[in-house]
């Protein structure tokens, strides 16, 4: 079973940056989509930022400009950097990652979820 492994969240005040980070643990064939989402209290959860294989990525309107989804395909992993961080980013983080354990297994994995907290 693959598991996410997220660090990175934390306490910053208004205006500062965090960097989240993901990876999987255990063995992994190919991973063709990554992806971050939030949930802040009483909210559902939203898509922040994705990334395909490919390289394509996608955004959410409210993080345009701020946040940089990258990935290191060496290391399976993916980043979120988020700069310029507002109150209304606080949330708690997930990592979701999509692809094969194997040729003929698929995963669709997320992670613990990271809380990040943007202070006045």
């Known amino acids: 079973q693959v598991q996410l492994v997220e660090s990175g969240g934390g306490l910053v005040q208004a205006g500062g940056s965090l960097r989240l980070s993901c990876a999987p643990s255990?063995?992994?064939?190919?991973?063709?989509?990554m992806g971050w989402y939030r949930q802040a209290p009483d909210k559902q959860r939203e898509l922040v930022a994705t990334?395909?294989?490919?390289?394509?990525?996608n955004y959410a309107d409210s993080v345009k400009g701020r946040f940089t989804i990258s990935r290191d395909n060496a290391k399976n992993t993916v980043y979120l950097q988020m700069n310029s961080l507002k109150p209304e980013d606080t949330a708690v983080y997930y990592c979701?990652?999509?692809?094969?354990?194997?040729?003929?297994?698929?995963?669709?994995?997320w992670g613990q979820g990271t809380l990040v907290t943007v202070s006045t």
């Open positions: 979701n990652a999509r692809g094969e354990v194997d040729p003929i297994n698929a995963f669709d994995a």
């Open positions: 255990g063995s992994i064939f190919s991973i063709y989509f």
């Open positions: 990334m395909t294989s490919s390289g394509n990525t």
